[in-house]
């Protein structure tokens, strides 16, 4: 049974309607990037990382001639030339995953030098927050799937932001042998996390205006990214906000084309609730939007001492 829809006032309604549009104008722009559609290359490079069958009769494929030991590769077409498989096992790729991982794991840390001697017991405490970070958040596991993305996909995409991960837990504060059931508890909100948490993204369901230019993270003006959550976890998360009691349970209704890959899922998803993260930093907006009801309207939540605005992710060619 449908929850209905939220009343909003005139400015939230302009907001809504301005990211819901914005956000479909992003998913599209990466469709024709100097008349080149970015996913039908992406879509190539999932196809070639795992193991099929190269198709039918008739297709011309390159092969490297193992008999005479020539370097070089040639043409053949599947099904003729004495060429007996077409299945493709992509073994150059699990290499350069493998060499990738490795290096990646050997990644210096940062450096941080005190420009005055009096600072430098604030530069040892800076230093191992930075180095706990890295370890508690796993960042360093986020680094690789960043790496592995910038490797297939030519282009990677992440965000840094502060996470805090709370909960209400019952803890065991005594024991009884003899019977269990007379157990002492005490509730407590327990702390998972607290901290700075680098999140490795999706480059599918992960899109950035389209007027950015390399190497210069002003010119990117808003972004968006879509997450995919259990309901209860949703409702973990966002629970708290008022609107989230138009939020029914069951497949979620999706904004423009998350998947980006022009095919259905071949698999049912249920009570999977798609999300939508939107940051502008001119308009200063962070909005999230879950079943195009607008969840969370807030101003970005980072800024520099200054109170300059700005966006969570960082990506790379």
Not at 112 to 138: D, G
Not at 235 to 241: D, P, Q, S, T, V
Request: glycine letters at 4%; charged letters at 30%.
């Amino acid at each position: 049974m449908k929850k209905g829809q939220p009343k909003y006032n005139k400015k939230d309604t302009e907001i809504k309607d301005f990211v819901s549009s914005r956000i479909t104008e992003l998913q599209e722009a990466r469709k024709n990037v100097f008349g080149i559609n970015l996913e039908s290359i992406w879509r190539q490079a999932d196809k070639d990382y795992v193991p099929h069958q190269l198709g039918k009769v008739g297709k011309k494929v390159l092969v490297q001639d193992e008999e005479l030991g020539l370097a070089s590769s040639r043409r053949v077409e599947v099904g003729k030339d004495n060429w007996q498989s077409d299945n493709s096992i992509p073994n150059p790729y699990i290499k350069i995953q493998t060499a990738l991982s490795l290096m990646v794991s050997k990644n210096p840390s940062a450096v941080f030098t005190p420009r005055k001697s009096k600072y430098e017991a604030n530069t040892m405490v800076q230093k191992e927050l930075y180095k706990m970070s890295w370890e508690e958040a796993k960042s360093l596991q986020q680094l690789r799937l960043f790496v592995f993305n910038l490797a297939k996909y030519g282009w990677a995409i992440a965000r840094t932001y502060p996470l805090i991960l709370k909960r209400p837990t019952r803890v065991l504060m005594d024991y009884d042998p003899n019977d269990p059931t007379k157990n002492i508890y005490q509730n407590k909100m327990s702390t998972e996390y607290n901290g700075v948490f680098r999140e490795n993204l999706d480059p599918w369901k992960s899109w950035i205006d389209d007027m950015s230019k390399p190497n210069n993270p002003f010119s990117t003006r808003d972004w968006c990214y879509a997450k995919e959550y259990s309901y209860d976890t949703l409702k973990e998360e966002f629970g708290k906000y008022p609107n989230f009691k138009y939020i029914d349970k069951g497949a979620s209704e999706e904004i423009g084309d998350v998947k980006g890959k022009e095919s259905k899922q071949e698999y049912e998803t249920k009570d999977v609730k798609i999300a939508y993260f939107y940051e502008n930093r001119i308009k200063d907006h962070f909005v999230v939007m879950v079943d195009k009801i607008m969840l969370v309207n807030e101003p970005l939540p980072i800024s520099d001492p200054e109170g300059n605005k700005k966006l969570s992710l960082w990506h790379s060619y």
